[in-house]
């Protein structure tokens, strides 16, 4: 079981190593490392408003064990559609995290923000996540040719039922 919440300064280590990941850095928008002071600025002037901010980052939390985070970004409010980001730490990887994960914020952005249309962008090469989302009942609606340096995406979305 899961839980979601709002990033708090004692998070901080786990984001530093999490945007620091070299090896996801294709799959996302970071390409370059971030600083403690950059994060510590970020956590301190986020107002965890989705609808203020334009991004809501969430702690994915596996009881007391920080497993990834979560981004709501790319809030779009006349269409009222926004974009996933996730990151699983690599030791949680595979055991249903990310799954749980995006079950409970589609509950909270379906229900609760009432958005209507969730989507995530993921790299044609990126096999786990694709099979995560079509198992979500996600449809693939584009793939999207030269997206990144490293090859085509897929735009995986979801309408509100």
């Known amino acids: 079981m899961i839980t979601l919440r709002k990033i708090e300064p004692t998070d901080l280590p786990y984001l530093y190593q999490w945007e620091n990941d070299a090896s996801v850095w294709a799959d996302g928008a970071n390409h370059n490392p971030l600083s403690q002071k950059d994060l510590r600025d970020y956590i301190a002037h986020t107002s965890g408003d989705l609808y203020r901010d334009g991004q809501l980052r969430l702690m ?3 009881g007391d064990a920080s497993v990834g985070c979560m981004d709501l970004f790319d809030l779009d409010i ?7 980001g996730m990151y699983i730490a690599a030791k949680y990887r595979g055991k ?5 994960a995006v079950k409970a914020l589609e509950e909270y952005a ?8 969730l989507y995530a962008v993921i790299a044609t090469k990126n096999e786990p996540c694709s099979r995560l989302y079509k198992s979500l009942d996600y449809t693939p609606s584009s793939v999207l040719s030269g997206w990144t340096l490293e090859g085509d995406a897929i735009l995986w ?3 509100k039922k």
């Open 96 to 100: 249903g995290y990310g799954t749980e």
């Open 60 to 62: 994915i939390m596996a």
């Open 110 to 117: 379906f229900g609760h923000l009432d958005l209507r249309l």
């Open 157 to 159: 979305q979801k309408h």
């Open 78 to 84: 006349r269409n009222r559609r926004a974009a996933i």
